[in-house]
């Protein structure tokens, strides 16, 4: 997060800012971002003063009441009067990153439970999606038919499956039956099946009128009419 140097609109026309050298004013604005930069609450040493300008500036800004002078160069007048001094941008910026931080948690615990919910949302549609499967046990019967394999080799072969077992077959019954269970799952299948199938389309039959056209279609008849 940056400090800004603050400079006020009226400083152009400030009496001490006109006595000023050009010299003088450019040093005194380099001079305050580099403060606000590196946090020197206004100070500026004399290593770094051959950076900025001249001595004979710096001494411009001295005499007019602007600078101060100090051991080791000089400092700005009344800086934390103006400025952010370095103690006030370093907590802000310390408050920006508790900010930051919060926000990322926040962020991550919305991130954390969407997933969580995405995955119960999937156990849920999966088990009813595979609900069909719990009818049949997870380990097969060898000394019975699998019906649901008689069902599909029907439908490869074209013909209807039974909607009932081959036991069952034919007559009523009140018991309940696994394998008539599969057999009526699969005869429904067929039959929705069979229903989506495209219809064939009849060939059209011309009904011809006395001038030789169709009353049906635009062709027309060719010949004796």
Same mark, same amino acid.
């Given at each position: 997060?940056?400090?800004?140097?603050?400079?006020?609109?009226?400083?152009?026309?400030?009496?001490?800012?006109?006595?000023?050298?050009?010299?003088?004013?450019?040093?005194?604005?380099?001079?305050?971002?580099?403060?606000?930069?590196?946090?020197?609450?206004?100070?500026?040493?004399?290593?770094?003063?051959?950076?900025?300008?001249?001595?004979?500036?710096?001494?411009?800004?001295?005499?007019?009441?602007?600078?101060?002078?100090?051991?080791?160069?000089?400092?700005?007048?009344?800086?934390?009067?103006?400025?952010?001094?370095?103690?006030?941008?370093?907590?802000?910026?310390?408050?920006?990153?508790?900010?930051?931080?919060?926000?990322?948690?926040?962020?991550?615990?919305?991130?954390?439970? *969407?997933?969580?919910?995405?995955?119960?949302?999937?156990?849920?549609?999966?088990?009813? *999606?595979?609900?069909?499967?719990?009818?049949?046990?997870?380990?097969?019967?060898?000394?019975?038919?699998?019906?649901?394999?008689?069902?599909?080799?029907?439908?490869?072969?074209?013909?209807?499956?039974?909607?009932?077992?081959?036991?069952?077959?034919?007559?009523?019954?009140?018991?309940?039956?696994?394998?008539?269970?599969?057999?009526?799952?699969?005869?429904?299948?067929?039959?929705?099946?069979?229903?989506?199938?495209?219809?064939?389309?009849?060939?059209?039959?011309?009904?011809?009128?006395?001038?030789?056209?169709?009353?049906?279609?635009?062709?027309?008849?060719?010949?004796?009419?």
């Amino acid at each position: 997060m940056l400090a800004w140097f603050k400079v006020d609109d009226g400083f152009w026309s400030h009496p001490k800012i006109l006595a000023l050298s050009a010299d003088a004013v450019a040093l005194w604005v380099r001079a305050g971002a580099y403060s606000c930069q590196h946090l020197t609450d206004g100070e500026v040493q004399e290593s770094v003063l051959r950076l900025l300008g001249s001595e004979a500036a710096a001494a411009e800004l001295r005499d007019a009441g602007l600078w101060l002078s100090m051991d080791g160069g000089y400092r700005f007048h009344d800086w934390d009067e103006y400025q952010e001094t370095s103690d006030t941008v370093k907590r802000r910026r310390a408050d920006a990153r508790d900010r930051q931080r919060r926000a990322r948690e926040v962020a991550a615990e919305k991130r954390r439970k *969407s997933r969580s919910e995405s995955r119960v949302t999937d156990c849920v549609t999966d088990s009813v *999606s595979n609900g069909v499967s719990s009818l049949y046990p997870t380990r097969p019967d060898p000394t019975r038919p699998d019906p649901l394999n008689k069902s599909k080799d029907s439908l490869r072969e074209g013909a209807p499956p039974a909607p009932k077992c081959r036991k069952h077959d034919g007559w009523e019954h009140d018991e309940s039956c696994r394998t008539c269970g599969a057999d009526r799952i699969a005869f429904e299948a067929w039959e929705k099946a069979e229903a989506a199938k495209p219809k064939p389309v009849k060939p059209h039959e011309h009904k011809w009128m006395d001038d030789g056209t169709c009353l049906g279609c635009t062709e027309q008849k060719v010949g004796d009419f």
